[in-house]
């Protein structure tokens, strides 16, 4: 019986030094506290366009992923604009091969003494005139694309939403 008793004590002795050993690990290898923060970096998101909101796709805590469609801003007006700038530059496009094509006919005839001077200066003032505005043009409707694009406000990157001030109709 004394024999067991020894093999009882040093059992419950084993098992409370073991427990001490876990307890000072978790001690020493984990903080805790009633009032921790966690760093981690924050992303401000605006819109880059003015509009009505159509769709706000997220809540606050939600998980998203890189270029997930957060909100949407009504995008007609950017629609409208855009395509007027497409018309305008094929319009431009066209007249700008007319006068190329005009110009380079007179370069060609004042070369051989033709036609005078100023016909020549008229029609590459005409095409220098029209290239810029087909050049105007082309950057104006770069920018149109741009701004419908801006119209869908994404995720720059995978996360969490932390704070969402965006409310459908503003």
Known sequence: MDDKRKKIISGI??????????FIYEHLMYVETENAQVEAPTVMLAA???GYLTKVNVTEGQK???DEVLVEIDNRDFKSMHQSAESELLSLEARKKDAEKSYERLKQLHNEHVVSSQQF??????????K???????????QTK???ENTEIKAPSDGIVAKKSAELGQ
């Open 13 to 22: 002795g084993a098992a409370a030094f073991l427990i001490a050993i876990y």
């Open 48 to 50: 880059k366009v003015n």
């Open 64 to 66: 998203v992923k890189k």
């Open 121 to 130: 200066d008229t029609a590459l003032a005409n095409y220098n005139e029209i």
């Open 132 to 142: 810029a505005k087909y050049d105007s043009s082309f950057a104006k409707l770069t």
């Open 146 to 148: 741009l701004n419908l």
